[in-house]
DNA sequence: TCCGAATGTAAAGGTTGCTTGTCTTAATGT
DNA sequence: ACATTAAGACAAGCAACCTTTACATTCGGA
């Protein structure tokens, strides 16, 4: 394993906002719904590229999402 | 393979602006020179918090350093 | 209560990120 | 000429990200 602090992020919320369900968003950001669930649920970070699509979804930035 | 719309980055100019090496760079981000010259020559693109990382030693955003 | 939508979880498999090790090449200085 | 440093490249191996498929649970509304 790596050491893997995973970082916070605070997807649910927004999602919450926005009202949308993880199949919405998924659909948005073009992964699958599991893979929303499980970075909501912090098992594990998404990639660069996905943190940009989902900055952009929330027009947000990354560092207004995730952090460390 | 993916389609791979890999990240732009400045990360060679920012090196250079810092006057740092890549193998500088890595120590300070406790990765791999190789990791570091991968970006830099964009054969991939770095994990989230290796980006949160890299733009604390910049002191940037991680939008003011990669761009999709 | 019953149904459907939303969510959580898991296994198996493919792709990407990062490692160590090695080799090559260019630039710089002595 | 020689040594040193920086940088680019490649390969093998493992860990993390992401997929599909599938099943279980929770919850609100009719």
């Given at each position: 394993m790596?050491?893997s602090?995973l970082m916070?992020?605070?997807l649910?919320?927004?999602?919450?906002?926005?009202n949308l369900s993880?199949?919405?968003?998924?659909?948005?950001?073009?992964?699958?719904?599991?893979t929303?669930?499980?970075?909501?649920?912090?098992?594990?970070?998404?990639?660069l590229?996905?943190?940009?699509?989902?900055?952009?979804v929330?027009?947000?930035?990354?560092e207004?999402?995730?952090?460390?």
């Amino acid at each position: 394993m790596r050491e893997s602090w995973l970082m916070k992020n605070r997807l649910k919320v927004l999602r919450a906002e926005y009202n949308l369900s993880q199949a919405d968003l998924a659909t948005r950001l073009e992964v699958s719904r599991q893979t929303v669930n499980a970075i909501e649920t912090e098992k594990y970070d998404p990639s660069l590229p996905l943190a940009f699509k989902i900055a952009s979804v929330f027009d947000l930035k990354i560092e207004e999402i995730f952090t460390p």
